[in-house]
């Protein structure tokens, strides 16, 4: 059974500060996500990452995906209110070319504070 | 173009009563997916319609969850009767394509049972 382990759960930072959100996920997958959620929206695509060492950035945020040690990390840099919010990370396994069932991390809370 | 929708975004139920969740995809997409966060918990994949058919239903707790797509358009989810563990969000998310385009969320159903 796949699994998907986010830390921290919760993680309140200074404005200004860097700091890493960490997945680890326990059987190989075919793509890692990285979602956005604010208070009763809907969740938000910020990343895709297919292949070993895929690196992606968006603003303040960095995605990287390493498929040997079945880790990506989510790095915020200089981190402002506005990134406040649950990110949460997510695989899915692509079964006879048609699947998009994704397993999930708890997500984990930023609260970014002034 | 409109996002995926979901309605209501807010219910309270009682025990043992019935309550019907709807989602409209995003028009065109002929996958439809359903998954639940129970307070505290992951965010869990309960099944995929490809247009009216289901593709995948693993993950429906039990019997008492009805999910129909009438016509491939919308889909709704019926629990009967509703449980005190049935309480969370329920998401909804469609795709266009299986496999090669990522799903697109809703704000999710908050599904309270007292």
């Known amino acids: 059974e796949l699994k998907v382990e986010q830390n921290p759960l919760f993680l309140s930072m200074q404005e200004g500060k860097n700091y890493t959100i960490y997945c680890n996920y326990s059987?190989?997958?075919?793509?890692l996500y990285w979602y956005r959620q604010d208070p009763g929206k809907s969740l938000e695509s910020l990343f895709v990452l297919l292949s070993n060492g895929a690196v992606k950035q968006e603003g303040r945020l960095m995605a990287s995906l390493d498929t040997k040690a079945r880790l990506s990390t989510l790095h915020i840099t200089a981190a402002v209110h506005d990134l406040s919010a649950t990110y949460f990370c997510a695989v899915d396994i692509i079964s006879g070319g048609s699947n998009y069932k994704l397993t999930f991390g708890k997500g984990t809370l930023l609260t970014v504070n002034p | 173009e409109a996002g995926v929708t979901q309605f209501p975004s807010h219910s309270v139920i009682e025990k043992g009563q019935t309550v019907t969740l709807r989602c409209d995809p995003i028009?065109?997409?002929?996958?439809l997916y359903w998954y639940r966060r129970v307070m505290g918990k992951e965010i869990k994949f309960l099944l995929h319609?490809?247009?009216?058919?289901?593709?995948?239903e693993s993950g429906m707790p039990n019997n008492r969850f009805l999910a129909e797509r009438t016509g491939g358009t919308y889909s709704t989810l019926k629990v009967q009767p509703a449980e005190l563990e049935d309480s969370g969000v329920y998401f909804c998310?469609?795709?266009?394509?299986?496999?090669?385009?990522?799903?697109?969320f809703g704000q999710g159903t908050r599904l309270t049972v007292v």
């Open positions: 998310a469609s795709s266009q394509w299986v496999g090669g385009t990522e799903a697109f």
């Open positions: 319609f490809v247009k009216e058919s289901k593709q995948d």
């Open positions: 028009s065109g997409h002929d996958n």
């Open positions: 059987t190989t997958s075919d793509r």
